[in-house]
């Protein structure tokens, strides 16, 4: 179950809701988690398992670090946290990647080991990530146990983060999952953000989707560069709507609920460098390696060399994170050679750059931005390759074009291509930006609050025309995919 579909819309979420509002206090935590398990085993009633026995095996492994600390037995403590990384890793390692090993093993050897065939759980990569990073903050001293299984069992696999976060470690929200405000304005603000997110999903996302599905869908050797620019263009929209989208989301259901879950992108689009926009895009999923793996490696703080080797791990288990493919480890590995570049002396040279040429900074990481998706979108690597060259192909570019008569026209397919996507194209990279929010913003302050801290009427007004168009297209469309649903 996804929340851009018709059953969570209309079903699931009303009921859910309607029955947390009337539940006590004391019951909401177990409702919350007996909800959860029913979203999550809607698709997958058998990986339900393996989200619980990582409930409980994280559960005990926090309880048993926080008796060993008690007693000052840190060595003890610290066999238990190797154990709850350990195991977390054993488990998403064998779900996600065995068969990518023995795919490679069978390449590289020439073997013909059968592939498992396994399913990857959905979610699993963010409540593994969420789960390990409870233990080691347990470990640090940063939180203290959840001594409530319910509780915890309820921070793995609470539905609104559960199948693409943000990922949202346990001290984000600790003290919201034992006590958090539920108030009619909170509510509000949640359904507004909720129909936000929805509408970047459904109306755009989708959309650009939906068009680039048909460009890959044209034989490669009958694509010219403007037909790959446009689908470039189309995928980089789709996949920052789509995903931010989500987000948007769930962080507007966290708040329906009482929780306040940290934001996960901040206009990236916008970024004036590689650098900046890894600080902008999927923050969370930054703040996890930053936190637990960055640091603890040394950082910075041990030399250039070593933090380069530092880069290189991050940048490949980041890629490697995404996918069991080739591709997502080069595009992991991609960024970690544009970062390198960019620390070494590119930073240094833009900064020579006046501000009011700004923009040329902003195009320039775009250009390297769309070419990561490229690489990130095809997971045959030879398709990549062709996609590439033929963007930065001048042939492939007045192939596109007939030059007959004495004059200059652009081919059929390539007019076709651009009139059909032209107006989302523009929509999409307007939306991308500050600039609609900023203007919105300006409308909303002068629109009428009913109290402090509470939705505006412009606010409210927008909420119900974003939902009812995002449901009148949910309803026409069946063309209503999620990106980041197999990572």
């Not at 900046?276 to 895009?281: G, P, V």
């Not at 960019?342 to 775009?366: A, D, Y």
Request: positive net charge; proline residues 3%.
């Amino acid at each position: 179950m996804v929340f851009s579909s018709m059953v969570f819309l209309t079903f699931f979420l009303p009921i859910v809701f309607f029955i947390y509002l009337i539940c006590p206090n004391r019951a909401r935590n177990l409702f919350l988690f007996i909800a959860s398990l029913v979203f999550y085993a809607w698709g997958e009633p058998v990986y339900i398992f393996i989200m619980l026995f990582s409930t409980v095996f994280d559960y005990v492994n926090g309880r048993l670090i926080e008796h060993f600390r008690t007693l000052s037995r840190e060595k003890a403590a610290r066999t238990v946290l190797v154990i709850s990384v350990v195991g977390n890793l054993a488990i998403l390692g064998f779900f996600k990647y065995t068969d990518f090993f023995i795919e490679t093993i069978d390449h590289v050897s020439g073997s013909t080991i059968a592939l498992l065939g396994l399913t990857l759980p959905v979610g699993i990569s963010f409540y593994t990530f969420q789960t390990m990073s409870y233990t080691i903050d347990v470990y640090r001293g940063e939180v203290a146990a959840q001594h409530n299984i319910i509780s915890f069992g309820m921070y793995v696999c609470l539905f609104p983060q559960l199948i693409a976060g943000p990922i949202v470690r346990y001290k984000d929200i600790a003290k919201e999952v034992d006590s958090r405000r539920f108030t009619p304005s909170e509510i509000a603000l949640g359904m507004y953000r909720f129909a936000i997110g929805l509408s970047k999903k459904v109306l755009i996302a989708n959309k650009a989707g939906d068009i680039y599905k048909n460009i890959t869908a044209i034989h490669l050797s009958s694509l010219t560069g403007p037909e790959v620019l446009i689908s470039a263009i189309c995928y980089t929209i789709q996949i920052y709507f789509d995903f931010s989208g989500y987000s948007d989301m769930a962080i507007g259901l966290g708040r329906i609920f009482g929780f306040h879950f940290p934001e996960n992108f901040n206009y990236p689009y916008e970024s004036k460098s590689i650098t900046e926009f890894w600080r902008r895009w999927h923050m969370t999923l930054g703040t996890w390696f930053r936190e637990y793996v960055y640091i603890p490696l040394g950082g910075n703080r041990k030399g250039l060399a070593r933090q380069i080797l530092n880069l290189l791990i991050v940048w490949s288990l980041t890629g490697f994170w995404h996918g069991a493919s080739w591709n997502f480890v080069l595009w992991g590995l991609y960024y970690f050679a544009l970062l390198l570049i960019e620390k070494c002396f590119m930073l240094r040279v833009w900064k020579k750059l006046p501000e009011r040429l700004g923009f040329i900074r902003i195009l320039v990481t775009m250009v390297f931005v769309m070419c990561g998706w490229i690489l990130f979108s095809h997971t045959d690597l030879t398709e990549a390759a062709y996609y590439m060259k033929t963007l930065f192909s001048p042939k492939a570019w007045t192939a596109g074009f007939d030059f007959r008569g004495g004059h200059v026209s652009a081919g059929y397919q390539t007019v076709y291509l651009f009139r059909s996507s032209v107006v989302l194209m523009t929509v999409g990279i307007i939306g991308a930006t500050e600039l609609p929010h900023r203007i919105f913003a300006w409308f909303d302050s002068k629109s009428k609050r009913r109290g402090e801290g509470q939705i505006s009427d412009l606010q409210m007004l927008l909420s119900l025309i974003l939902m009812l168009l995002a449901v009148m297209t949910l309803l026409s469309d069946s063309f209503n995919p999620f990106l980041y649903f197999r990572f």
